[in-house]
Every structure is written in C-alpha cells, then in structure tokens.
C-alpha cells in the first residue's frame, strides 16, 4: 500500500535511496541504572508528578539495552539497511567528563551487531537525554563545551563504526518546548530562558562538528531539525504565522546559513551573542536531517510567544491529535531548498501515532498509517520533482516506544510491543515495507 502513489520511475523506487527507521536512546533501552549510567533530565522529569501524562517512565521502556540482537534481527528481517539510533550521553561519559568504559562497550556492541547484519547506522549524539547533574542545563553556555568535548570522545572511540553521525535532534524542542511551553524536561515556562536555550544548542552542534572533524576528517556530519506547516487561521493571524514560522522552522536555518534571525522573534528575549558564535553555528554540514509530523493553525494571541496554535476542524487526525496533511511537507522542503542553500536532506522522522492493538488473529490493522507512509511518500517524490536534493527517508519508529510526555499512550511503531511481556509483533505497515522494500 504504502508505494501506491508512486510513479514507476520514482526515484523512491530507485535502490540507490536510502530507507531506514529510526528509534532514539532513552524511549527504547530502558537500564535506566545499570552499568553507571548517570540519571539523565528526563529521568528527573518522568518523577515530578503530573509531568508524564500515565505516570510513566523510562526505566525498562523497550528493554533494548538487553534485546538489541534481536531487534536488530526483526529489523533486518523487515528489510531495513538503515537505522537511526541515538547514543544516550549519561551512558557514555561520567560526572568528571571521562568515558564510561561500560557504556562504550554496550554501543561498540550495537554498532558492530549492526554491521554484521549489513545494516548501516546512522548516529545521533544527542536525543534530548542530557545528563541531569549538567550545572544549568542548556542555560549555562558550558553545556555547549561540554557537548563537544563527548563529540570528541565519542568520534574517536566509536568513530570507525559510524559513517554517518548527527550532533542533535530537534533542537526546537530541546529550547521552545522545554523551556517555554513546558511540555518536556526540564518544564520550564520563560521566553528568554528559551531563547538562550536555543543559542546554546546551535552552539553545541557547531562545536561538536568542528570537534568531530578533527577526530574524524572522513564522518560524514549533519544537524536533525524539525519542521511544522504552519497556516495563518485569517487574514489577520498572518503576522502571527509568520512568527510562528520564523520560531518553528526558519530561526534554525537562518542560524546555519549566518543570515539574520526574525527581529521580532529575537526581541523576545536577550540572545546571550558573543563574537564568533554566528560562524561557529554556521559550521558547514554535510548533510541536513529533516523531521516531519503535523500542520497547525495559527492565530494571534496576548502572550509572551504572540501567537497560538491549534488543529483544524474536520481534518483527519492521528491517535495523538495531530493534523495529516503531507503536503505541508511538500511546501516546506520546496520554500527552504529556494531560500537556502542547503546540504543534501534525509527525511529522518517521518511517521503517525495510531490508537493499535493486536487483534484475535495476532495481527495488527494499522491502515491509518499505512494510508500516512504512502501520502507522505508521495510528498517527498514530489518535492523531488521540484527540485529538492532529497537522499533517504526514515520512517519513525521500529517499535512503540515512550513517548515523552505521553508516556506510553501513543505507538508510533511499525512493530507492536507489549510492554508487560516485551512481545513484538509487526504490524501491518511493518509487512507493507518489508514488500516495498524487497521489490526494490
């Protein structure tokens, strides 16, 4: 199903692009404890009442940490030669900043159980699990000095098991949604705090590239970020999208590309600037990773964003709540690959939340999904066609997983897991890639 809009010459269907499936550290390995893994902020923030909306936490999650072969297995099994997957930076670095031998060992066992299947990785430093006993967090500068000195590390002791090797993901939620809106670790509410939050992590990301580099002058490097359509709800909301839009999407690439960031969205805050720091977030990427969900409404509103989001009646909504509509995606990659000069982009996330079970039958009827794999597909040929230098498409997630602030109320997994028994079960969308994928 999911290949069904497809042209017979899309390039989609060209062996030579990359499919994959992503998956991130603390939401899969659970072994929140074991081999001196430092407790990292979302470990902090799972305990504060009311912040994880069933109560839940990280601590067993999907077990990966002890089930990795044979997850790796089920993925190879489904046809996947890609896999995304985060390394968790409490595993791999103690309080002093020296390598945990224990935690190198578990991801040098990961990355080389990946080769042996043929599967290649590709790396993200950093999936919003920061070590808790970090001094301010992303307010405090150092946090960034401190990101490049475990780029470094990491490079140069796991390095030759990974060709390709993102700095952060999602650097917006990391900065606006946990130091703004709240939503995740550490729950802050304050506009400027959010801002320098956002300053920092660019920071981070340039820092730990050039300390990459010099590790490894042949990783091939990028930066995830991820993109909303955005949609004034009137006419006179347009002012307001438009700042939403310069928050959301276009401050990250305007501070990678050494441009000028939205004057509005930067008096919102006392952006901690300091000679230098423009040309070091500008650091050249290799390669840009895209994430893609959702499209919101935006309309004007008394507080300190200046604006409000919300979802538009009688559109189709997944499990989550979230607005489909693919050709968001489609206008977004199109606007930025005119206005930008860019690297090659890889759809790194790109999937939907549904409300699964596994039938009588020990099948899992996911159609809302598979339904979102094939319009989002055709979303990307065509921005394609337009032009957009567009190399891989990762499909988020391998399995069901935490959630974040949901806790395990959403699956976005092509595989089905009990979290009582750990059983996995793929679904039904997880048989439509393992079809499309061989038929390549």
Same mark, same amino acid.
């Given at each position: 199903?999911? &290949?069904?809009?497809?042209?017979?010459?899309?390039?989609?269907? &060209?062996?030579?692009?990359?499919?994959?499936?992503?998956?991130?550290?603390?939401?899969?390995?659970?072994?929140?404890?074991?081999?001196?893994?430092?407790?990292?902020?979302?470990?902090?923030?799972?305990?504060?009442?009311?912040?994880?909306?069933?109560?839940?936490?990280?601590?067993?999650?999907?077990?990966?940490?002890?089930?990795?072969?044979?997850?790796?297995?089920?993925?190879?099994?489904?046809?996947?030669?890609?896999?995304?997957?985060?390394?968790?930076?409490?595993?791999?670095?103690?309080? =002093?900043?020296?390598?945990?031998?224990?935690?190198?060992?578990?991801?040098?066992?990961?990355?080389?159980?990946?080769?042996?299947?043929?599967?290649?990785?590709?790396?993200?430093?950093?999936?919003? +699990?920061?070590?808790?006993?970090?001094?301010?967090?992303?307010?405090?500068?150092?946090?960034?000095?401190?990101?490049?000195?475990?780029?470094?590390?990491?490079? #140069?002791?796991?390095?030759?098991?990974?060709?390709?090797?993102?700095?952060? =993901?999602?650097?917006?939620?990391?900065?606006?949604?946990? #130091?703004?809106?709240?939503?995740?670790?550490?729950?802050?509410?304050?506009?400027?705090?959010?801002?320098?939050?956002?300053?920092?992590?660019?920071?981070?990301?340039?820092?730990?590239?050039?300390?990459?580099?010099?590790?490894?002058?042949?990783?091939?490097?990028?930066?995830?970020?991820?993109?909303?359509?955005?949609?004034?709800?009137?006419?006179?909301?347009?002012?307001?999208?438009?700042?939403?839009?310069?928050?959301?999407?276009?401050?990250?690439?305007?501070?990678?590309?050494?441009?000028?960031?939205?004057?509005?969205?930067?008096?919102?805050?006392?952006?901690?600037?300091?000679?230098?720091?423009?040309?070091?977030?500008?650091?050249?990427?290799?390669?840009?990773?895209?994430?893609?969900?959702?499209?919101?409404?935006?309309?004007?509103?008394?507080?300190?964003?200046?604006?409000?989001?919300?979802?538009?009646?009688?559109?189709?909504?997944?499990?989550?709540?979230? &607005?489909?509509?693919?050709?968001?995606?489609?206008?977004?990659?199109?606007?930025?690959?005119?206005?930008?000069?860019?690297?090659?982009?890889?759809?790194?996330?790109?999937?939907?939340?549904?409300?699964?079970?596994? =039938?009588?039958?020990?099948?899992?009827?996911?159609?809302?999904?598979?339904?979102?794999?094939? &319009?989002?597909?055709?979303?990307?040929?065509?921005?394609?066609?337009?032009?957009?230098?567009?190399?891989? #498409?990762?499909?988020?997630?391998?399995?069901?997983?935490?959630?974040?602030?949901?806790?395990?109320?959403?699956?976005?997994?092509?595989?089905?897991?009990?979290?009582?028994?750990?059983?996995?079960?793929?679904?039904?969308?997880?048989? +439509?890639?393992?079809?499309?994928?061989?038929?390549?």
């Amino acid at each position: 199903m999911i &290949d069904q809009k497809l042209a017979a010459d899309s390039p989609l269907r &060209d062996p030579g692009f990359e499919f994959g499936v992503a998956t991130s550290s603390f939401q899969i390995e659970g072994a929140t404890g074991v081999d001196d893994r430092r407790p990292s902020i979302w470990d902090t923030f799972c305990r504060e009442p009311g912040r994880i909306l069933d109560g839940s936490n990280g601590d067993i999650a999907c077990d990966h940490y002890h089930r990795f072969e044979d997850d790796l297995d089920m993925l190879a099994e489904l046809g996947f030669r890609h896999y995304r997957l985060s390394l968790a930076w409490p595993r791999l670095m103690d309080i =002093n900043g020296r390598p945990n031998t224990k935690g190198l060992d578990f991801y040098r066992r990961l990355l080389e159980a990946c080769h042996e299947r043929q599967i290649v990785p590709n790396v993200t430093l950093y999936h919003w +699990d920061l070590p808790a006993d970090m001094r301010g967090g992303w307010l405090n500068r150092d946090t960034a000095y401190r990101f490049a000195d475990y780029a470094s590390a990491v490079a #140069y002791r796991l390095g030759d098991l990974m060709p390709r090797i993102a700095t952060l =993901n999602e650097p917006w939620c990391s900065s606006i949604l946990s #130091y703004d809106i709240g939503a995740h670790a550490p729950g802050h509410a304050n506009r400027a705090e959010a801002l320098t939050a956002a300053h920092h992590l660019l920071l981070a990301s340039g820092l730990g590239i050039q300390a990459m580099r010099a590790e490894r002058s042949n990783a091939s490097l990028g930066l995830v970020l991820n993109f909303e359509s955005l949609v004034a709800a009137t006419e006179d909301d347009q002012r307001a999208r438009d700042l939403a839009h310069a928050e959301r999407n276009r401050f990250w690439l305007d501070r990678l590309t050494q441009r000028e960031p939205s004057s509005d969205l930067m008096a919102q805050g006392q952006v901690p600037e300091r000679p230098g720091d423009a040309k070091i977030m500008a650091e050249p990427l290799d390669w840009l990773g895209v994430n893609y969900y959702t499209e919101s409404q935006v309309m004007r509103a008394d507080n300190r964003r200046g604006y409000d989001t919300f979802t538009k009646p009688g559109i189709e909504k997944t499990h989550i709540g979230w &607005d489909i509509a693919p050709q968001g995606l489609t206008a977004l990659l199109v606007e930025f690959d005119r206005d930008y000069d860019l690297p090659p982009i890889y759809i790194t996330e790109n999937g939907a939340a549904c409300d699964d079970s596994v =039938n009588a039958t020990g099948d899992v009827n996911d159609d809302q999904r598979r339904l979102y794999f094939r &319009d989002h597909l055709a979303a990307v040929e065509s921005a394609m066609e337009n032009g957009v230098d567009i190399q891989g #498409y990762y499909a988020w997630s391998l399995m069901d997983n935490f959630e974040w602030a949901f806790g395990y109320s959403q699956r976005f997994g092509l595989v089905h897991v009990d979290y009582d028994t750990q059983l996995r079960t793929p679904k039904q969308s997880a048989l +439509d890639w393992q079809r499309f994928l061989a038929s390549r």
